[in-house]
């Protein structure tokens, strides 16, 4: 007997209030002139709309697609391309904990389960008190600082599993967590707003320089040159 093929049809997304889309188009419209092509606009205009609700939203894909004459279709392909799009709702903190090979074999995995454990959520689900949503994050470059974990994307470095249980608990109790470098963190939908291309204006936000692990290399490679030159 042939399997039968179940479609999961969902009605129309509603529109977002006048109100909100109105705002919503002027931030769009200084988005979108930063480009030549309107559609170029497409990545910080998902940004926008999660920076509104906290995830892409069916309406989000098409207040996108409506703006850069794009289907709804060519919106969702992308917004589900990318990790950083999230498709069901967010905590105010999103908690990214990188199990790469890396970051995994120095301890990543193990912070990871220590945190599922302690807040009882799983991969992409959300506390009960909205705070925090847990994932297991792909590598972010921060190898040399592994095993990492990022908070709305915030760099916390060298990280145990006590220490990522303390931060989580800081950031359940209200307290102002700062990461290991970068600026103070925001909550989710704020972060959402500056990846959308407008300005951080955290204090710190465009400071700082690499630091030694990050160096090391470099200064291996300088020694190096200067002995090939002798
Ligand atoms: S493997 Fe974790 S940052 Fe690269």
């Not at 940004?47 to 060519?74: K, M, N, W």
């Not at 949503?133 to 709305?152: F, G, K, W």
């Not at 209200?174 to 939908?189: E, I, K, N, S």
């Amino acid at each position: 007997m042939n399997t039968p093929i179940l479609l999961n049809l969902t009605t129309r997304p509603e529109p977002y209030p006048p109100h909100v889309r109105e705002r919503l188009e002027l931030d769009a419209k200084e988005i979108i002139t930063r480009y030549p092509h309107p559609r170029s606009a497409l990545l910080p205009l998902l940004h926008l709309v999660q920076a509104e609700e906290g995830y892409v939203t069916g309406t989000g894909i098409d207040f996108c697609a409506d703006h850069l004459d794009l289907t709804g279709a060519e919106v969702t392909a992308v917004a589900t391309f990318y990790s950083m799009y999230r498709r069901t709702p967010t905590g105010d903190y999103h908690v990214g904990v990188c199990t790469n090979t890396l970051c995994a074999v120095l301890g990543g995995d193990a912070i990871y389960e220590a945190l599922r454990q302690h807040l009882g959520v799983s991969h992409g689900e959300t506390t009960p008190d909205g705070a925090i949503t847990l994932e297991h994050i792909e590598c972010n470059a921060a190898c040399d600082y592994a095993p990492v974990m990022m908070v709305n994307w915030e760099f916390f470095d060298n990280q145990t599993p006590e220490s990522a249980i303390a931060i989580t608990d800081a950031l359940q109790a209200g307290h102002q967590v700062r990461p290991t470098r970068g600026a103070p963190l925001c909550t989710f939908r704020e972060t959402a707003r500056i990846l959308a291309g407008f300005p951080d204006e955290r204090p710190g936000a465009l400071d700082g320089a690499p630091g030694a692990p990050t160096l090391a290399g470099l200064e291996v490679a300088d020694q190096d040159s200067t002995g090939d030159q002798r």
